[in-house]
């Protein structure tokens, strides 16, 4: 939001009569003012407070912002004990669950993107990740922007709710980030990074980048607006702005059938909500679109990159039945939206076989079922929750184990420990039943 920088320089009044306040300070003031001048001129700005600007142009800013600061605030969560983050996030609030907060009200519209402007944000995002491993100084000027464009949020609100009839108190979480606090808050932020502990070069270090970032933005804003129909489509930040860069279908129907897959697959299996949460039901529903796509592949090139998957998640914590059952409702949900696609669509039915078919060889369904029963009544007996799911995936990771998916086990258990570690459950017993299972299996 880089509109919001003109009460940047008004914030700054009551600093410039204190001693505290060093001329790099003042040279950051200056060098965001300048481009907020010519971030005011762009068409995106102009067609809002006109009460012009199309519905696209907007979804699309909100995706592109939840871009950039989900990279951010994951950058953020990793350096939050470190200064100078630690003192700068003094009263931070994260801006991407506020985005996606606002974006919840259009889910169902599957309102498609400005896909230039999307390109420009995930190129935000990257650069993002480049300095988390080059240049951490280079990322508090990032964070000097991006919280810098919080002010004036209340000035653009009523725009917003105007020129998209948004209810009031709906849609807007992200503009009204910090309420009443706003000032307070920037103010915090600007007495912290007046005192960090940084040389001349650091200082320098932090002028460049902040200027950088506002450059990038601009670019974001102006192919946000205006743009040609050409330039519109589906991508997979529409479902996951964390999802990064890779191919979802473009018809809408398989779309809503890859969603409503991935949800139905969810809400089977309460394991997922236990561990992953809502970022992980995000990244369900994208994975599921990208599985979608892979029906235009041959059938063994479809096998191959499906395998690969269910090993990387089989050691990530999501064994390869949980994958079976993924891709047989996929199947199911695209069936229903376009049947006349069948020949396409069955191939996820074979592969599903083929995945069961190199489990069960190894440990059969009857087998993994029975284990996982064992389980329940040894470790859980008389335990409320859902614990007969939890082990019926420990069971599942077993067999992808004796199937020789090396870390299978390990992928599970290392998040069930801190799970129930006030519990009174014994993880080590548990770990030395299962492991001597995928050793003694013929």
């Given at each position: 939001?880089?509109?919001?920088?003109?009460?940047?320089?008004?914030s700054?009044?009551?600093?410039?009569?204190?001693?505290?306040?060093?001329?790099?300070?003042?040279?950051?003031?200056?060098?965001?003012?300048?481009?907020?001048?010519?971030?005011?001129?762009?068409?995106?700005?102009?067609?809002?407070?006109?009460?012009?600007?199309?519905?696209?142009?907007?979804?699309?800013?909100?995706?592109?912002?939840a871009?950039?600061?989900?990279?951010?605030e994951?950058?953020?969560?990793?350096?939050?004990?470190?200064?100078?983050?630690?003192?700068?996030?003094?009263?931070?609030?994260?801006?991407?669950?506020?985005?996606?907060?606002?974006?919840?009200?259009?889910?169902?519209?599957?309102?498609?993107?400005?896909?230039?402007a999307?390109?420009?944000?995930l190129?935000?995002?990257d650069r993002?990740?480049?300095?988390?491993?080059?240049?951490?100084?280079?990322?508090?000027?990032?964070?000097?922007?991006?919280?810098?464009?919080?002010?004036?949020?209340?000035?653009?609100?009523?725009?917003?709710?105007?020129?998209?009839?948004?209810?009031?108190?709906?849609?807007?979480?992200?503009?009204?980030?910090?309420?009443?606090?706003?000032?307070?808050?920037?103010?915090?932020?600007?007495?912290?990074?007046?005192?960090?502990?940084?040389?001349?070069?650091?200082?320098?270090?932090?002028?460049?980048a902040?200027?950088?970032?506002?450059?990038?933005?601009?670019?974001?804003?102006?192919?946000?607006?205006?743009?040609?129909?050409?330039?519109?489509?589906?991508h997979?930040v529409?479902?996951?702005?964390?999802?990064?860069?890779?191919?979802?279908?473009?018809?809408?129907?398989?779309?809503?059938?890859?969603?409503?897959?991935?949800?139905?697959?969810?809400?089977?299996?309460?394991?997922?909500?236990?561990?992953?949460?809502?970022?992980?039901k995000?990244?369900?529903?994208?994975?599921?679109?990208?599985?979608?796509?892979?029906?235009?592949?041959?059938?063994?090139?479809?096998?191959?990159?499906?395998?690969?998957?269910?090993?990387?998640?089989?050691?990530?914590?999501?064994?390869?039945?949980?994958?079976?059952?993924?891709?047989?409702m996929?199947?199911?949900?695209?069936?229903?939206?376009?049947?006349?696609?069948?020949?396409?669509?069955?191939?996820?039915?074979?592969?599903?076989?083929?995945?069961?078919?190199?489990?069960?060889?190894?440990?059969?369904?009857?087998?993994?079922?029975?284990?996982?029963?064992?389980?329940?009544?040894?470790?859980?007996?008389?335990?409320?929750?859902?614990?007969?799911?939890?082990?019926?995936?420990?069971?599942?990771?077993?067999?992808?184990?004796?199937?020789?998916?090396?870390?299978?086990?390990?992928?599970?258990?290392?998040?069930?420990?801190?799970?129930?570690?006030?519990?009174?459950?014994?993880t080590?017993?548990l770990?030395?039943?299962?492991?001597?299972?995928?050793?003694?299996?013929?």
């Amino acid at each position: 939001m880089i509109w919001i920088f003109q009460d940047v320089a008004l914030s700054f009044d009551g600093f410039l009569k204190q001693e505290f306040v060093m001329d790099w300070i003042s040279r950051l003031r200056a060098q965001s003012r300048k481009l907020h001048e010519k971030a005011h001129r762009l068409p995106f700005f102009q067609a809002l407070w006109r009460h012009q600007l199309p519905l696209e142009s907007f979804v699309t800013q909100l995706r592109c912002l939840a871009v950039i600061h989900g990279a951010m605030e994951k950058f953020l969560a990793a350096h939050e004990f470190q200064e100078p983050f630690r003192t700068l996030m003094e009263g931070y609030r994260p801006k991407l669950p506020l985005l996606l907060q606002d974006l919840d009200l259009y889910r169902e519209r599957w309102i498609v993107n400005v896909l230039p402007a999307v390109e420009k944000a995930l190129r935000i995002a990257d650069r993002i990740l480049v300095l988390s491993e080059e240049n951490n100084t280079a990322l508090v000027g990032f964070f000097y922007t991006l919280e810098g464009s919080t002010q004036g949020g209340r000035i653009m609100e009523p725009h917003v709710q105007k020129t998209f009839s948004i209810p009031e108190g709906q849609g807007t979480a992200f503009f009204s980030c910090y309420g009443e606090h706003t000032q307070d808050r920037w103010q915090g932020f600007l007495y912290a990074l007046a005192h960090a502990a940084m040389d001349a070069s650091a200082q320098e270090t932090v002028i460049k980048a902040s200027g950088e970032l506002f450059e990038a933005l601009l670019e974001v804003y102006d192919k946000l607006f205006p743009f040609l129909e050409d330039q519109l489509g589906h991508h997979v930040v529409s479902l996951n702005p964390e999802a990064g860069q890779h191919p979802i279908p473009s018809d809408e129907r398989e779309l809503r059938a890859s969603v409503a897959a991935a949800h139905r697959c969810w809400n089977a299996f309460p394991y997922f909500e236990m561990r992953y949460g809502d970022r992980g039901k995000r990244f369900a529903a994208s994975d599921a679109a990208w599985l979608t796509t892979l029906c235009n592949l041959e059938v063994g090139a479809l096998i191959d990159q499906v395998f690969w998957l269910a090993d990387v998640l089989s050691v990530r914590g999501i064994p390869t039945w949980l994958l079976e059952n993924q891709l047989r409702m996929l199947h199911e949900e695209l069936m229903k939206a376009r049947p006349e696609e069948m020949a396409r669509y069955e191939r996820l039915l074979l592969t599903s076989d083929v995945l069961r078919s190199r489990r069960a060889s190894a440990f059969s369904e009857e087998k993994m079922v029975a284990f996982g029963h064992e389980l329940k009544e040894r470790f859980f007996r008389g335990s409320n929750g859902p614990w007969k799911d939890l082990c019926l995936v420990l069971a599942a990771a077993t067999a992808d184990e004796v199937s020789g998916i090396q870390g299978s086990l390990e992928g599970v258990l290392s998040w069930l420990r801190s799970f129930v570690k006030d519990t009174d459950l014994d993880t080590d017993a548990l770990k030395q039943l299962l492991e001597t299972r995928a050793r003694s299996h013929p």
